[in-house]
């Protein structure tokens, strides 16, 4: 079955998958935790104004190939293109493929103010409301994926939280909604009205457990709403816990923004205070008045018991949390460390509760920044590296017994996680795992097509829709270069990376959420070539039988006897990686860059011979010969022999085939420090600019674009992004961070300090791809390129060539998982309808960041 076929991502595959995993919650035991069951229902932010009671619903099935990158959206095209469309009861939308017309029909809320209905799958829906006059309100709606309101993207509350408040002003007259329905057939909408301008909300926030013997400062998290027509500025939060205050400098929010903002907490001490305390936390303005208060409770433990800890994370300034089953021995020194990474919908309190304490190390379980996160891939794989860090600060373990396990999307990080950084453990244990996302997918397509005929037709998988699944799609060389930016995360093409570990394999006889055959599938292919893996099925297990679906003894008895081997035992050696911006070293060598990035590298070393490296795409490798014990007189690169005199680090560049001594490599070429796709933008304390010298139009399309990407990483990551307008940046005040940039350069004033000697500059109608003209007001554009001031920083690039441009641009699946993004995107406003196809033009830039030396597809 082909790829792309694999990526078929329809209703029906989305509603059989969500069936089958809804059901498994259901049989679960303590880990698993759906949030439906603790939706926010209060409202503590001020007074109900209005409740959506009926609206338009629109049922748009697809049976096609849609990429999850440029996923086809005739609907919000439709209401982006054409602002005044409204549509009516039975107006007919389209067609669909089976000669079914596609009416607008009405719905109603049931005695819970819900939208609740199974039709309400794969749907659109419209509501309205008719202000009086002009007034600033907070949206609060929940089972969305998207809204579109009165024109401009907000991002939904597909998990169905209660979590999302949006502000906004009501126009006078007619204000439209458009929600595009999540993962459950329901939803709800309603208006508050603010009771008060500036406050705070305790929707999701973030607490660690005071640990009393820890004397220490602790973080927290709390979101502020800002609903005014102003910035909030000068402000700062003040926690007080035990008549101990401590206070917090709080960045500027933007106007009609709601920002998670941290703060420091004082510690607790006192043994007789164990359990929960008040936890007060006061909003201080710049005159020192207090804005708003809260008081909420936290927990006070030993750090001997299971706890949760927070820290600052470096890719956006957020708090983020994870949790511990700390050893039995209180006395351990230089223990074992065992990563374990939860399931969808888990929290990474319940994942860690779910194992019973070891006497010989602690157990440290980080959230994927959120429950469903991003399956350990992404921000998931930062955040998973961030608390491994972390937590060895804390701990001081063994360095070579470090360990690695996951139980279903925990799984897959396992397998992914495992594969990715190699050298960081000496034994994995994917538990009811898939090990490669799209591989899972193909699972439950490949279970849909198989089915049987009663089954498939309660789905709407007439044979008519089946054989519409079985046609192959033929990707374009644009669409194949998109689909390379994900190499990294195909976890099958690193499969030989097991090598470095001890693997045991667990999974459930009779798993049907993560299908048992999956796990057979890696039995299968290991057996070929790793001699250290055991395999074991639960008899009768489905996909939780219990704590011991992952707390399983023999699983910690094959840790026990594997550790991390020190370089100089090393007598063979391989490494795979699909970037050196994610994966770059195994022990004492490290891939600087590539000949075709993107593209699977490899090195093959040994020292049986003669100390020898065999490569494949490779163009910059480096040997540190200093931490190898052994007397080294030569190395042999491929064809290329070289004599050693001394132990050090060294550089090897390949030129016309052949291989040379080289320097350290330039950071300011392409390196593990800094490689590409467009993603990578998001991350080392990200900030937002957005464009102010536009028209009207331009500059609040911006802003809401800025706003919309600052909504979704913190719905998506748990996030914390500064946004800030283009006339406030500098390169002096924001050191070695990177930017996203919306906007061209005809509307950003950052653009010249950031982008004035980029190889690609956009404008009002036009793009100038060094030198190559592309005219007119419908293009879009993303891309990433190195920031000039900083070794390290990355300046990403929203924008656009006009208004039709913009809304081609509106939707931000780069923050999310799955999807794929090269260094450079260059689209027209028909992506909407027609998708992957309307790219014009996808690809990497060079190694030294020129598009000469780049590899880029034009259709």
């Known amino acids: ?49 209005h409740v959506f009671k009926t ?91 998207l809204a579109l309101i009165n024109g401009l993207p907000h991002e939904g509350d597909h998990y169905d939280f209660g979590w999302n408040l949006i502000p906004l002003k009501l126009k006078k007259g007619t204000n439209t909604f458009v929600l595009k329905v999540g993962r459950f057939p329901w939803l709800r909408a309603r208006l508050i009205e603010p009771q008060q301008g500036v406050q705070f909300t305790i ?12 004397d220490k400062e602790y973080l927290g998290a709390i979101r502020v709403i800002n609903a005014t027509d102003y910035w909030v500025k000068n402000h700062r939060v003040k926690a007080l816990v035990n008549n101990t205050p401590l206070e917090h400098h709080v960045i500027d929010i933007p106007p009609m923004s709601v920002l998670k903002v941290p703060f420091k907490m004082a510690g607790v001490t006192d043994n007789n205070l164990q359990g929960k305390q008040d936890l007060k936390l006061e909003l201080i303005d710049g005159n020192t008045q207090v804005v708003d208060s809260k008081e909420i409770s ?4 030993s750090k001997y018991e299971h706890h949760k800890r927070t820290l600052l994370s470096h890719i956006d300034g957020s708090v983020q949390y994870y ?56 921000w998931g794989r930062l955040d998973a590296l961030e608390v491994l860090t972390d937590a060895k600060s ?103 990376n097991y090598l470095h570990h001890g693997v045991y394999i667990l999974h459930g ?84 860059q590539q000949e075709q990035p993107f593209q699977l590298s490899s090195f093959k070393f040994s020292k049986e011979d003669q100390y020898s490296i065999k490569t494949n795409n490779v163009s910059v490798i480096e040997v540190d010969f200093e931490k190898l014990n052994h007397k080294i007189e030569g190395l042999l690169i491929d064809d290329s022999q070289f004599k050693l005199t001394k132990k050090e680090r060294l550089f090897f560049k390949k030129e016309n085939g052949l291989w040379k001594t080289v320097p350290a490599p330039s950071l300011k070429e392409k390196g593990p420090h800094r490689n590409g796709g467009f993603k990578d933008a998001f991350r080392n304390n990200v900030v937002f600019v957005y464009a102010t010298k536009g028209s009207d139009t331009e500059n609040e399309w911006y802003y809401n674009r800025a706003r919309f990407d600052a909504e979704t990483f913190w719905y998506r990551a748990n996030g914390h992004i500064e946004v800030v307008r283009d006339i406030d940046f500098s390169l002096k005040k924001y050191p070695n961070r990177n930017v996203v940039l919306y906007g061209n350069a005809d509307n950003n004033a950052a653009w010249d300090v950031l982008l004035k000697e980029c190889p690609i500059q956009v404008k009002d109608y036009g793009v100038n791809f060094n030198g190559k003209m592309v005219f007119g007001n419908q293009w879009g554009m993303y891309f990433i390129v190195p920031r000039k001031d900083s070794d390290k920083a990355s300046v990403g690039v929203v924008t656009a060539t006009g208004s039709k441009g913009m809304k081609a641009a509106y939707m931000n699946h780069y923050l999310v998982n799955g999807t794929t993004f090269p260094d450079v995107l260059l689209f027209d406003d028909s992506v909407l309808t027609e998708g992957m196809r309307a790219v ?20």
């Open 323 to 378: 949790s511990v089953a700390p050893s039995s021995n209180k006395k351990l020194e230089k223990g074992a460390l065992f990563l374990s990474v939860h399931g969808a919908s888990v929290e990474a309190v319940n994942q860690a509760n779910a194992y019973t304490k070891k006497d010989w190390g602690s157990i440290i379980a980080p959230t994927n920044r959120r429950p469903f996160g991003f399956a350990w891939e992404d």
């Open 55 to 145: 609206g338009l619903a629109l049922k748009v099935q697809s049976f096609e190939f849609n990429s999850s990158s440029f996923p086809k959206d005739p609907v919000y095209s439709k209401f982006l293109m054409e602002p005044y469309y409204r549509p009516k009861k039975d107006d007919v939308f389209d067609i669909d493929f089976l000669g079914n017309t596609m009416p607008w029909e009405t719905i109603a809320v049931d005695s819970t103010n819900t939208f609740n209905n199974a039709n309400l799958r794969s749907s659109y829906v419209y509501l309205n409301y008719e202000s009086t006059s002009e007034r600033i309100v907070l949206f609060e709606a929940s089972g969305h994926s």
């Open 840 to 859: 014009k033009c996808a690809g990497f830039f060079g190694n030294d960041w020129s598009i000469e030396r780049g590899d880029f597809e034009w259709k």
């Open 509 to 592: 006889e009779k798993d049907n959420v993560v299908p048992t055959y999956l796990a057979q599938d890696m039995r299968e292919r290991l057996g070929k070539f790793h001699p250290d893996f055991t395999y074991y099925e639960y008899p009768g297990g489905e996909h939780w039988y219990g704590n011991h679906s992952m707390d399983w003894e023999p699983i910690f008895n094959l840790f026990k006897a594997r550790t991390i081997p020190n370089d100089q035992d090393l007598n063979t050696l391989e490494f795979y990686t699909g970037s050196p911006g994610v994966s770059a070293k195994s022990h004492f060598i490290t891939i600087h």
């Open 298 to 301: 936290i927990e006070v433990k």
């Open 1 to 49: 079955m082909k790829l792309a076929r694999i990526k078929v991502l329809g209703m029906v595959l989305v509603t059989m998958l969500l069936s089958t995993f809804l059901t498994a919650q259901q049989k679960t035991g303590n880990i698993v935790e759906y949030f439906g069951k603790e939706k926010v229902n209060t409202i503590e932010e001020g007074e109900l104004l």
């Open 394 to 496: 804390i701990y001081t373990p063994n360095p070579s017994k470090i360990y690695l396990t996951g139980h279903s999307m925990g799984g897959h990080g396992t397998w992914y996680l495992g594969a990715t950084y190699p050298d960081y453990f000496a034994a994995i244990a994917p538990c009811a795992g898939y090990p490669d996302l799209l591989l899972y997918r193909d699972s439950f397509l490949k279970r849909m097509i198989e089915g049987d005929e009663e089954r498939l037709l309660r789905f709407g998988m007439t044979p008519k829709v089946i054989e519409r699944l079985k046609i192959d799609y033929i990707k374009t060389p644009v669409e194949t270069m998109v689909e390379r930016a994900g190499t990294p995360s195909r976890t099958l093409k690193l499969i030989r």
């Open 203 to 214: 929707r999701d926030v973030t607490l660690p457990d005071l640990l009393v013997e820890e």
